[in-house]
């Protein structure tokens, strides 16, 4: 997919999520080419599509831990990293066995989106740099 239109407070458009529950904290998952490739060097796999993460949205040169809890942008569309996003059991049968263990530490983030935009392919993902409580510009937290 190319494109796709992601929908403030529910999710990408055509995902399952997105009809589920409005306000989730996990609304987007996101994951980086890094991740990915650390995720094949630990199961031995040659190739790993990102499909098979059951991951919406893969990122690259970025730490995408230091995100958490940060607002950003792709596209228009702006977003808030809620949370880690950890390995599901059905990772175990995507990757074989050792694949949720594989995935600790490299499932990406969840986000939910604050502000409805189209994402496209080679769009930026750019942090948006907030003040801090002390008023000084630093890391939201």
């Not at 890094?34 to 031995?44: A, C, K, L, P, V």
């Not at 190739?47 to 958490?68: D, E, F, H, S």
């Not at 066995?97 to 935009?117: D, Q, W």
Request: with cysteine; glycine share 12%.
């Amino acid at each position: 997919m190319s494109e796709v239109q992601a929908l403030e407070t529910l999710g990408l458009e055509g995902d399952h999520r997105c009809d589920k529950t409005p306000g989730s904290a996990r609304q987007v998952t996101i994951i980086s080419e890094e991740y990915i490739q650390m995720i094949r060097h630990f199961t031995g796999l040659e190739t790993l599509p990102p499909g098979v993460l059951r991951r919406n949205l893969v990122v690259k040169n970025i730490n995408l831990t230091a995100l958490r809890h940060q607002q950003f942008t792709i596209g228009d569309a702006l977003f808030e990293a809620t949370a880690l996003c950890h390995p599901c059991s059905r990772m175990e049968t995507a990757l074989g066995k050792g694949g949720v263990a594989a995935m600790l530490g490299h499932g990406g983030l969840c986000a939910k989106i604050l502000r409805s935009g189209t994402i496209r392919i080679e769009m930026r993902l750019s942090h948006i740099h907030l003040k801090s409580n002390s008023g000084k510009p630093g890391l939201n937290g």
